[in-house]
């Protein structure tokens, strides 16, 4: 049980007669990004704030690193390994940037010694170095956002629940947000992240769970998904005619299907095949005087996993 | 004026008291800044300064030249009180005055503004802050850090109101000069200072109760909590000055007891001032209070140290429950074994009060009687304060199996159970209630008074039946299932004694 930095049993919330989270049994490995993902409403919020002891669950046990959660004054060494980031940040807007980290320094125990060191290492980490003597009210939504993901780690947590961290941010401080939880992922933290923006959690997640009404449908690794669910695409360009390259293609046993890119002029192409396949497909295509401009093997992204799914996923 | 930080420079010391409590680092961090402290500051001085000025403004004018005719105030040596009474001149044409009944005064007033000032403003403070703060969300990323719901809370109750206890601390000089040149012994002053740390530790820890409770109207709460505080210490504070027999040997002395104010007549006997000179209830008066027939406060040390008790232990109790509400703010205010508890020290209080030395059998009847009453109170309290909501009571039924160990075992769910349905808990309480008083009734009450005793099965019956009746509205599947429960109970409270009114008919004469 202790190999799993969070392992739950049946864990389900209620409210009134909707069933929010029913019956999962999560697991996620020490040092892992685990993605979830699923359309609103399907539980993430819910089950992260369950995670988090944010919210006391009707049904089921959690355990963080062997540990059973509880909500309650009898387990502070759970909590100092726990961090959370709602997809809402309330701050205080009557402090500055350098006090508002002090105060939760201080409430995580942080020895006096340590703590000045750690809020420059945060700050550093979040870039708000600048920003240290600015009251909050003052500072902009990706600021705030970076500020609140600065209290979520002043404590050094090794499991991180990130719901949303990304919503509402504009593509640099998108950017700046993955650049800075790449850095956490490297210092070995366990991240827990839910996000509509798959393509963020393609590039970041080692694994990944979908889920859809209140279950866990999928939860598997990204090459695991991958592998199971993606088909594997060859994007094609050519100078001379599009109908002489689709008689070629028409040739070859692996390839299933094509489509044009709109406005690229460029096939793709769905090729069942492996690696020596598609070396082959090339050869011929290149002996049949075909003029090449383009060929690159790619997969099906995340979000058209999810699609093929069944789910509609609003990104 | 700049508003900065008063404490910015990191003194060793201030560093490592605010270590202690990180709750009190924030508090002090956002609202001792130096605008705010000034401010405070100067409130305070203002206020020292009226009432300085008012109370020598009854001192007779210089009359170096013995112009003027005779003049009249509170502070001249002769007999009598009030306003008339004449300044006289001693035999260098100095007007003598009655300089320890002014110092007198001046610490009352201090004192009765200290008491109004912490106690009202102090609960607003407080009950606006944490509502504040739930509203937003911001008490949730607290509930998550290794905190105990013990130490934020203090470090919310000595943080918050911090500028209040600045403008209080600075009123402390005038006043301790005040109690000593009104020769009030020093031990009496700490005493009665002790006294109103630990009305501000009862008072403060309700509030934040008041302020962790779901029932909506969070904009209303600091007002709601800080208006019937002013309301009762008014009525409390009022009736101490005008009434020199304030005791009435019932269970409303308890009340009297919840008004720190209360211990200045201690201090007022101990200056040796003549009584008619002074508007505040007498000591004497105070030591009519029984207590269990025991007439615990005709001293002040056996009086202040009762004051002390019944605010420890119900600050012991209002501190438990909000430690559990803290972290679940979600389930019952209180848990059973918690109610169990409360409604029996409860009732070893209120039946402490109820035995009096009567001066008629008649007045021994009535006192049980308000003692029924206040009983039913309790009881629509504790239906409140038990009874879980349709999702709690719902997820109870389903899991309980599952979530407990002790689950299958219905009577214990049941009695000791969280949010398992109210009634059965509630009838224990009433039990143990009606248990402890029924002895003193056929103890101390004529054979022909012992009816009492089924009026006090009544009351419990009653309880109980809309403890069933409010469980039972608190599962429909409603928005406002709270509304509708209450006003099912008000309805089967107000509904029957209003059918015998109109229908003329009395209870007590039939059969006729």
């Known amino acids: 049980m202790s190999d799993w930095a969070i392992a739950t049993y049946g864990l389900t919330k209620r409210f009134e007669g909707h069933i929010a989270v029913n019956e999962i049994d999560l697991k996620i490995k020490s040092g892992e990004v ?46 100092k390994r726990l961090g959370y980031l709602p997809d809402d940040f309330p701050l205080y807007d009557d402090l500055t940037v350098w006090d508002y980290l002090e105060y939760f320094a201080r409430l995580y125990n942080l020895k006096p010694s340590f703590r000045r060191r750690r809020l420059m290492e945060v700050l550093e980490l979040v870039q708000l170095e600048n920003k240290r003597k600015s009251i909050i009210s003052t500072l902009s939504r990706g600021m705030k956002q970076r500020l609140s993901l600065a209290r979520t780690i002043i404590h050094e947590p090794i499991l991180l629940l990130l719901d949303e961290p990304v919503s509402g941010l504009d593509p640099l401080a998108r950017q700046q947000f993955r650049q800075i939880i790449k850095v956490l992922q490297e210092a070995g933290m366990t991240i827990l992240i839910s996000s509509h923006v798959l393509s963020d959690l393609a590039e970041l997640c080692t694994s990944v769970g979908i889920m859809e009404l209140g279950f866990l449908v999928e939860s598997a690794s990204l090459p695991e998904l991958y592998q199971r669910l993606s088909r594997q695409q060859i994007i094609l360009g ?10 070629a293609l028409r040739q070859n046993s692996f390839v299933e299907t094509w489509e044009m890119i709109p406005e690229s002029g460029l096939l793709k192409v769905n090729f069942t095949g492996e690696k020596q396949d598609c070396a082959d497909l090339l050869r011929s295509l290149v002996l049949a005087d075909i003029p090449l401009t383009e060929f690159h093997c790619t997969q099906e992204d995340l979000e058209t996993i999810f699609l093929k799914l069944g789910h509609q996923q609003a990104s | 004026m700049k508003n900065i930080q008063v404490f910015q420079r990191s003194s060793s010391l201030w560093e490592k008291f605010l270590d202690l409590n990180p709750q009190l680092f924030r508090e002090i961090k956002g609202k001792l800044k130096t605008r705010n402290v000034v401010i405070a500051a100067a409130i305070s001085v203002i206020t020292q300064f009226v009432i300085g000025i008012s109370l020598l403004s009854d001192l007779p004018n210089p009359d170096p030249q013995g112009l003027l005719k005779a003049q009249y105030g509170p502070y001249a040596m002769g007999s009598g009180s009030g306003n008339h009474i004449a300044y006289t001149k001693d035999m260098l044409g100095n007007w003598v005055i009655n300089w320890q009944l002014l110092w007198l005064d001046l610490f009352i007033a201090l004192s009765i503004v200290s008491i109004f000032s912490l106690l009202i403003v102090g609960v607003y403070m407080l009950i606006a802050d944490t509502v504040k703060e739930d509203n937003r969300g911001t008490l949730n990323f607290i509930r998550l850090t290794p905190q105990s719901a013990g130490s934020v809370l203090l470090g919310k109750i000595l943080g918050v109101p911090i500028l209040l206890y600045i403008a209080v601390f600075l009123l402390s000089p005038l006043h301790l000069m005040a109690g000593l040149g009104a020769h009030i012994p020093l031990a009496l002053i700490l005493g009665f200072d002790i006294v109103i740390v630990a009305s501000c530790a009862f008072f403060y820890s309700f509030a934040m109760l008041w302020s962790l409770m779901n029932f909506g109207l969070s904009g209303f709460k600091p007002w709601l909590v800080s208006g019937a505080m002013g309301a009762l210490l008014l009525l409390l504070t009022t009736a101490t000055f005008h009434h020199n027999h304030l005791i009435s040997n019932t269970l409303w002395d308890w009340i009297l007891l919840l008004n720190p104010g209360i211990v200045l007549s201690y201090l007022i006997e101990a200056t040796y001032l003549p009584l008619n000179k002074i508007d505040f209830v007498s000591a004497d008066n105070l030591g009519e209070l029984l207590f269990y027939g025991q007439a615990l406060w005709a001293k002040a040390s056996f009086g202040i140290g009762f004051i002390l008790f019944n605010f420890s232990l119900w600050t012991y109790w209002c501190w438990s429950v909000l430690k559990r509400r803290f972290h679940n703010p979600t389930n019952t205010l209180v848990s059973k074994t918690q109610s169990y508890w409360i409604t029996g020290w409860l009732s070893v209080f209120a039946l402490g009060f109820t035995l009096q030395n009567y001066q008629s059998y ?52 049941l009695v000791f159970g969280e949010n398992s349905p109210s009634s059965v808990a509630i009838a224990i309480n009433m039990a143990i209630a009606i248990t402890y008083i ?23 019956l009653s309880i109980l039946l809309y403890a069933l009746v409010a469980q039972l509205v608190l599962t429909l599947k409603t928005r406002k299932r709270s509304v509708w429960a209450g006003s099912s109970v008000r309805g089967m409270i107000v509904v029957p004694p209003v059918c015998l009114g109109v229908a003329d008919f009395s209870p007590y004469k039939a059969p006729e």
């Open chain 1, 34 to 79: 685990y993605g979830l993902i699923g359309p609103n409403g399907a539980g993430k919020t819910t089950l992260i704030r369950m995670l988090a002891a944010a919210e006391a669950p009707t049904k089921g046990e959690i355990y963080i690193n062997g540990d059973r959660l509880l909500r309650d004054d009898s387990n502070p060494v759970q909590k």
């Open chain 2, 362 to 413: 008649s007045s021994a009847t009535d006192n049980f009687i308000f003692l029924q009453m206040c009983l039913c109170i309790l009881g629509l309290a504790l239906i409140a304060a038990l009874s879980p909501h349709r999702q709690a009571l719902y997820d109870w039924a389903r899991y309980r199996h599952q979530n407990n160990k002790d689950g299958n075992i219905l009577w214990k769910e």
């Open chain 2, 438 to 460: 029924t002895p003193s009734i056929f103890l101390f009450l004529r054979e022909k008074d012992r009816y009492i005793f089924w009026g006090f099965i009544l009351s419990g």
């Open chain 1, 238 to 247: 050519t100078l001379g005619k599009m109908e002489i390259l689709q008689q």
